[in-house]
C-alpha cells in the first residue's frame, strides 16, 4: 500500500519519492472507476509537476540557508519522473561538499578569494587540475582552516586525493575550498512533507481536469 511520498538519507545524498498515499486516492476513486486511464494520466501529471516544484523549492531554500547560487544547488538536482507503469517519481540531491568556485563568482584579491560573502583568506583561484580553475590554498599556510575544506585529507601522495594535492614542493600540498551541505539533512522530512501536500493540490486540479473534460463528452452524445 502506497504510503505518500517520503524521503531516503543516505551517505552522500537524498532521495525523494514522490507518490499518492492510497489513503488520498480514496477521494477520487469514482473518477478512477469510471476513465481509469484519464485518472492515471491526472496522477501521473501531478507528479511529475511536484517534482518540478520540489527541485525549485529545495534550491532556492539551500540557497538562501547556505549562501550559495541556486543555480550551484540545481546541478545537484536530478529528476525521474514516471516512467512506465510505476506511479512514484524521484528527485536525487546529491549533497556532498560543493566546491566553493561554484557558489557564485570567484574574486581574486591580494588578501585571497572571496565568491560572495565568503572569504577565502590566503587561497588562489586557479587553474590546478582539469579544465576548471578552482579556489586552492597552501596547507602550510596560515589561514588555512579546515573547516573551510570539508572533505579533505592532507596526503604526501602525489596527485588530487579527497580535495588535496600532494607534489615533493615547497608550494604542496594544496587544499581545495569547499562548502559542506550536511546542515540540509535535517530538512528532507519536512521537503517531503510539503511534496506531499503540493502533490495533492496539483492532483485535485488535474482530477478535476480530467473530470470536466468527460462530462463535457457526454453531453455531446
Known sequence: MSIGSFSENRASSGMFNIQVSAEDMKA????????PKAAANAQRRAIN???GWLATHIARAVGKQERIAVKAVRQRLRSYPIAGGAMRGKLWFGINPLEASRAGRPRQTKAGVSVGSRRYRGAFFKKVYGNQADIWIRTASKHFDRADYPDSEVTSQTGASSGFVGENSDRFP????????????PHFEAWSRK???RLLQILRQEMNFELQKYLKGTRRV
Open 49 to 51: 509537476k511536484t517534482l
Open 174 to 185: 594544496l587544499a581545495k575550498a569547499k562548502i559542506s551541505l550536511d546542515s540540509v539533512r
Open 195 to 197: 511534496a506531499d501536500q
Open 28 to 35: 477520487f476513486a469514482d473518477l478512477a472507476t469510471l476513465v
